[in-house]
């Protein structure tokens, strides 16, 4: 990967690592409570993985949809 290249993964990856802490705490949502709420949905992950995975930033698009369902979201604001 090229330095441009990267630096726009990284701008990709800040802005899901965004979308997901706002949408968190929009509804005032911990990871802890997160990963109950996955573990609700058949989705087995810890805390601390919760936390990396979204601190990198470069999660799966199915992690997304799987916290975006845990959370009970049923929009996504990219603004």
């Known amino acids: 990967m090229g330095d441009a290249e990267t630096a726009n993964t990284a701008e990709w ?3 899901a690592k965004g979308l997901l802490k706002a949408e968190l705490k ?3 949502v911990t990871y802890a409570q997160l990963a109950e ?3 609700a949905i058949g989705v087995r ?4 993985n919760i ?3 979204i601190a ?3 999660f ?3 992690f997304l949809l799987q916290v975006m369902a845990a959370i009970g979201a049923k929009e ?3 603004d």
């Open 13 to 15: 990856q800040g802005r």
């Open 26 to 28: 929009r509804r005032n």
């Open 37 to 39: 709420r996955l573990a």
């Open 45 to 48: 992950d810890t805390e601390p």
């Open 51 to 53: 936390r990396n995975k």
């Open 56 to 58: 990198r930033g470069g």
């Open 60 to 62: 799966t698009a199915v």
């Open 76 to 78: 996504i604001r990219l």
